[in-house]
């Protein structure tokens, strides 16, 4: 296996190796802006045994996206949650055993970095990427039929970054998401985070506010405490400086799409947790099996 690994991390060029001086298995390179860190804001990997979790429906849901889209010689992104850290150790696993060469993995997030890097996986960063054949990911629920999907509802701590998840998802070649049916589901509700500039941040909201009037709550998201309208007197700041606003919605949404277009046209809206690419696929797992789904008509395919 260590032979397998090592012959994974030769396929890369120079300049990527120039940046593992010492032949690990990974670099991160993700930098804390925060000063002060509390317990609140550490990132913490979802730790899940394969030996314990091969018989659930999300891990074979996992184990399909690997065995089905990885190829030797990609460059894939790596998403976090509960089935992408299942698909990370598993892909993990797999480079050891030989099954794949030469593949990067690009991580969406610091949680994702650090399961990969116990997982085995080198790992390269964005900025130095040209391209990224495949990624998986984890949302927090997914609209039928188009595929439309939130992130960044829950996990979402100071060091992560919606900004980051989102780019390499939007650069990936294909896209899978893996998801309960429980989260899989028309008529959406709950909240969807927005990214805005944190010196306006109020002005910003208030328009938020009045856009959605009636449907929505508008509240900052804290980094301590208790959520509040106004984030409490610690609020959440990204690392790109940012703060996010969630915006709780009091009714089933009607249309992501709609939405984020609508978001999008606020002043001080950097950026937003609706994830809108085509076409893309969603693997559902649920008891009986799982089942593959995509944004293009008419295709739907069965597994258990």
Not at 79 to 107: D, K, T
Not at 256 to 269: I, N, P, Q, W
Request: charged residues 20%.
């Amino acid at each position: 296996m260590a032979a397998a690994a090592a012959a994974n991390l030769a396929c890369f060029p120079q300049t990527w190796k120039a940046n593992n001086p010492r032949d690990r298995q990974g670099v991160i390179k993700w930098e804390r802006k925060t000063k002060s860190p509390s317990p609140s804001l550490t990132a913490t990997a979802c730790h899940c045994s394969l030996s314990q979790s091969q018989t659930s429906p999300l891990f074979q849901a996992a184990k399909h996206t690997i065995d089905t889209y990885v190829k030797s010689g990609m460059v894939i992104g790596l998403g976090s949650g509960q089935a992408s850290a299942m698909a990370i150790q598993y892909l993990g696993r797999q480079i050891r055993a030989g099954a794949f060469e030469c593949v990067l993995g690009i991580p969406t997030s610091i949680v994702s970095a650090s399961e990969a890097a116990k997982a085995g996986i080198p790992l390269g960063e964005l900025e130095n990427s040209p391209r990224i054949d495949f990624a998986f990911d984890d949302v927090d629920m997914i609209e039928e039929r188009t595929l439309i999907s939130v992130v960044g509802r829950q996990r979402l701590q100071g060091e992560e970054s919606i900004i980051q998840e989102k780019l390499v998802l939007s650069m990936a070649d294909q896209l899978v998401f893996m998801v309960t049916e429980n989260q899989y589901k028309c008529g959406l509700e709950g909240s969807i985070p927005v990214v805005v500039e944190s010196l306006n941040w109020l002005e910003t909201a208030e328009e938020i506010d009045d856009l959605f009037l009636g449907d929505a709550e508008v509240w900052r998201r804290p980094s301590i405490g208790q959520a509040g309208p106004h984030g409490g007197d610690f609020p959440l700041v990204t690392k790109e400086g940012h703060n996010i606003i969630d915006v709780i919605f009091t009714s089933p949404i009607a249309s992501l799409a709609e939405v984020a277009e609508s978001l999008e046209k606020v002043d001080g809206v950097v950026e937003h947790g609706v994830v809108s690419k085509f076409p893309c696929k969603a693997i559902v797992a649920s008891e009986s099996g799982w089942s593959i789904v995509d944004n293009i008509p008419t295709n739907a395919v069965g597994g258990v």
